[in-house]
């Protein structure tokens, strides 16, 4: 059974971090891109950034380059979000999903969320 669970949302300070983590089960991991995904209240799904092992990439939004990193530890089958330097505007619900496609362009599998939210 294909699971991404993702974890370690909560409430943030602007300018605090916080680091997601999308753990895997049930595919091979390396096998296929991971994409994070977030969507605010009121408006629609938006790409994050999308890291492909087989090439060794990562693209981010240019709203988050400088600020987010995506890493990946095979042997723990996870990916993680580095998310620094936080917006209010970066407050959505997280999405990591897995993509046969190594720019994400379209989705195979999702995990179920989890809320960030930025605020003083």
């Known amino acids: 059974q294909v699971q991404l669970v993702e974890s370690g949302g909560g409430l943030v300070q602007p300018g605090g971090s916080l680091r997601l983590s999308c753990t895997t089960s049930?595919?091979?991991?390396?096998?296929?891109?991971i994409g994070w995904f977030r969507q605010a209240p009121g408006k629609e799904r938006e790409g994050v950034a999308c890291?492909?092992?087989?090439?060794?990439?990562?693209f981010y939004a240019d709203s988050v380059t400088g600020r987010f990193t995506v890493s990946r530890d095979s042997a723990k089958n996870t990916v993680y979000l580095e998310m620094n330097s936080l917006k209010p505007e970066d407050t959505a619900v997280y999405y990591c999903?897995?993509?046969?496609?190594?720019?994400?362009?379209?989705?195979?599998?999702w995990g179920q969320g989890t809320q960030v939210t930025v605020s003083s």
């Open positions: 999903a897995a993509s046969k496609n190594t720019r994400c362009l379209y989705q195979n599998y």
């Open positions: 049930g595919f091979t991991l390396d096998a296929y891109a």
């Open positions: 890291n492909s092992f087989t090439y060794g990439t990562t």
